[in-house]
């Protein structure tokens, strides 16, 4: 039943300083369905890894736009969020996931962002369509 | 938003942290604790307040650890749930000692 699903969707610069937009965008979205405190936060982190992904490489040296789509079913209660952008074809989800059993002198400090997004959401996928990137995280709620 | 609040006795220093840590906090951070840990033998974070923490937070603290694991000791206190399970997910509850 299609009718029940909502959609959202908010366009933005890719900039870390719009971050807190993002997250407000994404919570006030959240509010729609009866998600746990433990289950915001792990959407909260994976979006704020994601989009800062997006401010920190897609467009370097230059700017440019992500979209951000959210869709909540409420009834198979899922939540999904799709981060669009134009930049440099780039599929996070390659990327090798650390080796979280090294010590803090072992550690390296980078790569753990996209591996709490692997590890907390239910689904993630990559897809280069169009001449974008777009990834999409998947939670049930 | 983030609070940080310090309270130093002798060589001992509690940091106090209240609100999120993430990519726009963890450099408030940073540079808070950038000049403060010299001196410093004991170092406890009390997380009783701290809603959220994403990577960028995860970072400083392991940079703050790496510093700590030469000049003393380093304990996390009063975590909630929710931020202790990052710990966990991340391997950080192995790197950090957690009270």
């Given amino acids: 039943?299609?009718?029940i699903i909502i959609k959202h969707e908010l366009e933005i610069e890719a900039l870390t300083d719009n971050l807190q937009s993002v997250i407000d965008f994404v919570e006030e979205n959240l509010e729609l369905t009866a998600c746990s405190m433990k289950i915001k936060m792990q959407i909260d982190i994976a979006v704020e890894e994601l989009f800062v992904n997006i401010a920190h490489y897609a467009y370097t040296p230059a700017t440019g736009k992500a979209i951000i789509t959210i869709?909540?079913?409420n009834d198979n209660k899922e939540?999904?969020?799709t981060f669009t952008d134009s930049g440099i074809p780039f599929n996070p989800l390659e990327k090798e996931d650390p080796?979280?059993?090294?010590s803090a002198e072992e550690r390296k400090i980078g790569g753990l962002g996209i591996y709490m997004v692997k590890k907390s959401m239910d689904k993630v996928r990559y897809a280069?369509?169009?001449?974008?990137n777009k990834l999409t995280i998947t939670k049930k709620v | 938003m983030l609070n940080i609040e310090k309270n130093a006795v002798a060589d001992k220093l509690e940091v106090i942290l209240s609100g999120r840590l993430d990519t726009a906090t963890a450099p408030q951070l940073e540079s808070e604790l950038k000049d403060a840990l010299n001196e410093v033998k004991e170092l406890v974070f009390n997380l009783a307040d701290l809603e959220y923490i994403?990577?960028?937070g995860l970072r400083v603290l392991l940079s703050v650890q790496k510093v700590m694991n030469k000049n003393g000791n380093m304990v996390v206190t009063n975590a909630s749930d929710e931020v202790k399970e990052i710990f966990?997910?991340?391997g950080f509850s192995d790197i950090l000692t957690i009270e």
Avoid at chain 1, 99 to 102: A, E, F, K
């Fill in chain 1, 1 to 3: 039943m299609s009718d």
């Fill in chain 1, 71 to 73: 869709e909540i079913d």
């Fill in chain 1, 79 to 81: 939540v999904s969020i």
């Fill in chain 1, 99 to 102: 080796d979280v059993s090294l």
């Fill in chain 1, 128 to 132: 280069y369509e169009d001449g974008k």
């Fill in chain 2, 54 to 56: 994403s990577s960028a």
């Fill in chain 2, 88 to 90: 966990e997910v991340t």
